[in-house]
């Protein structure tokens, strides 16, 4: 399994992270001893970038986290990020960019992860009642005191990256993409490029439609599963038949290469970096043998014409159903 270091912007990474989300919330059963066993088996693998959030549990993610690192904090390149306010029992209250925010968010996470210092610390979500160069500047602050030591945004806008960008340099950029998702490729991977921002894309597994493990019978991974919720198209009626014909094609591919459409899917991901941009993907999983299997794809190798096959099988604007039910939170 050959999990190199990548350059994000001005961090180094493993090139395959893991998302740590839904071991605690949002897909399916939380799950912290099986999240745990996944963190540990990740680093001993060296997926060593780890991203989590303090609105995930909420709060409760970064806890697990924070315990699954301790006495191997110096092996971790550790992502969290703010914004996306919620109370204790899981309301939303809104998304909050504010300086003070910013500030009272970095001290709770680092609390709640046990640590003394944040690797890359991300806006979740832009607030666009206030200006990105409060934002950041607060965030700049954080870096001065060394409570941080990179900056990044989250589903930001090519106009917000560079007002970001010019208070203080940005190192990554976390948004989806993926086979399925591809819109930054017209206006925000150009950005990223002149600026020298790396790319951390979630969900490059299109929320788990890719591994082929979902079906229209079985949904997704358990009743609490949101996507099964209207909150993603995607994964509803006609859209999620559609949908999983892509899968097909994906599948029909993998089995040429001797691997999954899950590791296929990543490999497409893994490849889209070069000397230019670096890309390091975060697949999310909270069980061992998926994470395991994630890895895999760091021994895919692609060529021109396997890229171009996967690329013709999924056509950039094939996939039906947008990616959010709300887009209203994403910044455009």
């Known amino acids: 399994m050959s999990i190199h270091q990548r350059q994000i912007g001005s961090l180094t990474v493993s090139s395959l992270g893991l998302g740590c989300m839904g071991m605690s919330e949002f897909y399916g059963t939380p799950d912290e001893q099986g999240g745990t066993d996944t963190i540990h088996r990740a680093l001993d693998l060296g997926v060593t970038f780890l991203d989590t959030a303090d609105m995930y549990g909420p709060f409760t993610n970064e806890r697990l986290v924070g315990k699954a690192i301790a006495g191997r904090r110096d092996e971790v390149q550790l992502a969290t990020k703010f914004g996306n306010e919620r109370l204790p029992d899981g309301t939303m209250v809104g998304i909050n960019g504010s300086p003070d925010y910013v500030r009272a968010a970095c001290d709770a996470s680092l609390q709640r992860l046990g640590v003394d210092h944040i690797d890359l610390y991300y806006q979740h979500r832009v607030d666009q009642s206030v200006p990105i160069e409060e934002t950041v500047g607060a965030m700049a602050e954080l870096v001065e005191a060394?409570?941080?030591?990179?900056?990044?945004?989250?589903?930001?806008?090519?106009?917000?990256?560079?007002?970001?960008?010019?208070?203080?340099?940005?190192?990554?950029?976390?948004?989806?993409?993926?086979?399925?998702?591809?819109?930054?490729?017209?206006?925000?991977?150009?950005?990223?490029?002149?600026?020298?921002?790396?790319?951390?894309?979630?969900?490059?597994?299109?929320?788990?439609?890719?591994?082929?493990a979902i079906s229209a019978e079985s949904g997704a991974d358990g009743e609490q599963d949101r996507r099964r919720s209207e909150y993603f198209p995607r994964f509803q009626g006609e859209a999620l038949d559609a949908n999983l014909a892509l899968v097909e094609k994906v599948r029909a591919i993998a089995a040429t290469k001797g691997c999954t459409p899950g590791q296929l899917a990543l490999a497409w991901v893994l490849a889209q970096g070069d000397s230019t941009l670096g890309v390091a993907p975060i697949p999310g999983t909270k069980r061992v043998r998926y994470l395991e299997e994630n890895v895999g794809a760091a021994d895919v190798e692609l060529t021109s014409a396997d890229l171009t096959a996967l690329e013709q099988a999924v056509p950039r604007d094939a996939v039906v159903g947008d990616r959010y039910g709300h887009m209203g939170s994403i910044d455009a």
């Open 146 to 212: 060394g409570k941080v030591r990179h900056l990044g945004l989250s589903e930001a806008s090519a106009t917000t990256i560079r007002k970001a960008h010019a208070v203080h340099p940005i190192t990554a950029l976390q948004t989806e993409y993926s086979l399925f998702t591809r819109d930054l490729e017209d206006e925000i991977l150009p950005v990223l490029r002149e600026l020298g921002i790396g790319l951390v894309p979630y969900s490059p597994l299109g929320r788990g439609l890719l591994t082929g």
